[in-house]
């Protein structure tokens, strides 16, 4: 079938993108799904720095690239391998397949599987290749997805189903923002009831492990660089919030620091604001030469622990059915997440937004119309 998409034709381009236009919005042609695939129309799509980070060149794939890995769909059609998922089923994307029988898939999320890291780092989809073409030339998949178009094939294992009750706005969320930065809190960090939770960077990740630490019964404190982020941070539940230079000056300390920037300096903020016996988590993905430094006496001489954390920890066919029964329940409002909705015609705009520090979750719509600060 013919689609149209957002397809990444180089990266490393400078920005500003509106300018420089890296991603172009082209007809490309989609095979039919597989066996064990799926035809997903797509709802809404959220745009993520790891989307961004393909874009500027911090996180190389290959070109061109049908870009876009946090949404929600329709089902329009099934393999005929799958049987747990109908037509007309709402489900959403994840961007790390789990094939369920490689070694890291064992580890209950610790581990990224290892067949979906290599599917990925390849842009193909699990199952091996790729179904886009443009002008007969194949296009790569961005992390199993490619959300940005008005439709995908992806394999069964690169999506979870979710109640219709779940608006398509907020369950596309649930696939990236929320995994992420809620996993890093509920499955990498060891968090105690009741116990604070600092978060180190305010996107959709930060932000995220801040809805799900407050949906679960923990106080908040929420760091940032940037003002306007302090003050969404309190809107959303933070009982505190502060600039990094205030909370050191201040002595914030708690047993639980989430980093989610992404940052050398994010990371080290994290880290000098972890109690003695508590726990850094980063979620951040920083480009791949940065560098952070910290003191190594302090994790003995603290009884310290560092985290690390992708995807949250997560296994997303667990988890992202109980962020959804949470939202259902009225305990996490994961609309907060949204900073505004653009078309797809506006997506090198959007990423100029994106890497100016003040968008948390813009997302795409597939609508004619541009409606923005929703």
Avoid at 55 to 84: F, K, Q, S, Y
């Amino acid at each position: 079938m013919r689609i149209s998409g957002a397809v990444l034709e180089e990266s490393g381009r400078p920005g500003p993108f509106a300018e420089t236009r890296p991603l172009v919005v082209d007809e490309l042609d989609l095979a039919e799904p597989g066996p064990t695939e799926l035809l997903v129309r797509i709802e809404a799509a959220g745009i993520c720095h790891s989307d961004l980070s393909v874009v500027d060149g911090n996180r190389p794939r290959p070109t061109p690239m049908l870009l876009g890995h946090e949404a929600a769909g329709i089902v329009e059609a099934v393999g005929r391998d799958v049987h747990d998922v109908a037509e007309g089923n709402r489900v959403v994307l994840t961007f790390l397949p789990r094939c369920g029988d490689c070694a890291a898939c064992a580890t209950n999320g610790r581990l990224p599987c290892e067949r979906g890291g290599a599917a990925n780092a390849k842009g193909e989809l699990l199952g091996g290749g790729t179904r886009l073409r443009r002008r007969g030339e194949p296009v790569a998949h961005h992390l199993g997805a490619s959300a940005f178009a008005d439709h995908a094939v992806v394999d069964r294992r690169s999506v979870v189903p979710v109640p219709a009750a779940v608006p398509a706005e907020v369950a596309a969320l649930l696939g990236c923002a929320v995994l992420t930065g809620g996993g890093a809190v509920l499955n990498a960090s060891g968090v105690r009831d009741g116990e604070p939770v600092l978060v180190v960077g305010l996107g959709g990740v930060g932000t995220a492990a801040l809805l799900v630490a407050k949906a679960t019964g923990h106080p908040v404190i929420a760091v940032d660089a940037i003002e306007s982020k302090l003050a969404s941070a309190r809107a959303s539940g933070a009982d505190e919030a502060w600039t990094p230079e205030q909370a050191r000056e201040a002595g914030v300390r708690a047993p639980v620091v989430i980093e989610a920037a992404g940052h050398p300096a994010a990371f080290e903020t994290a880290f000098a604001l972890t109690a003695p016996g508590g726990t850094t988590v980063t979620v951040g993905l920083p480009r791949a030469d940065a560098r952070s430094s910290i003191p190594p006496l302090t994790l003995t001489s603290e009884a310290r622990t560092v985290v690390g954390s992708y995807l949250g920890s997560s296994v997303p066919a667990r988890d992202v059915p109980a962020y959804a029964d949470l939202w259902l329940d009225g305990r996490l409002p994961v609309e907060r997440l949204v900073s505004g909705r653009v078309s797809l015609a506006r997506i090198n705009e959007a990423m100029d937004a994106l890497a100016s520090g003040t968008a948390l979750r813009q997302l795409i719509t597939f609508e004619d119309t541009i409606e923005e600060d929703a």
